[in-house]
Nanobody, 125 residues
């Protein structure tokens, strides 16, 4: 099993930047890909960005393309989400997720087996 811990959330003004990090531990050798999701109260968890663990191929939700960048540091078992030009609608709890099976471009929460507890991101207008 893989354990995930997010960090880096906080309060930022619109137009600002934040960098989220997700540290992975446990059976990290089994990870095929990782992703960031976000959720606001009363809404479904929404895919934000994903990356393959070995090759580093990335994919993004249309709503964050050009503003957010996902990256990974295999040596440190860490995935980052650099968020620029933040908007109030980006306000949410951000979750890190890991998938152990092959499959690129997957965006459904059920496709990922391991989850962190989330970190709050609040963007003020």
């Amino acid at each position: 099993q893989v354990q995930l811990v997010e960090s880096g959330g906080g309060l930022v003004q619109a137009g600002g930047s934040l960098r989220l990090s997700c540290g992975a531990s446990g059976r990290t050798s089994t990870i095929y890909s990782m992703a960031w999701f976000r959720q606001v109260p009363g809404k479904e968890r929404e895919f934000v960005a994903g990356i393959t663990w070995s090759g580093g191929s990335t994919y993004y939700a249309d709503s964050v393309k050009g503003r957010f960048t996902i990256s990974r540091d295999n040596a440190k078992n860490t995935v980052h989400l650099q968020m620029n030009s933040l908007r109030p609608e980006d306000t949410a709890v951000y979750y890190c997720a890991a998938r152990e099976k092959y499959g690129f471009g997957l965006t459904g929460p059920r496709e990922f087996e391991s989850w962190g507890r989330g970190t709050q991101v609040t963007v003020s207008s």
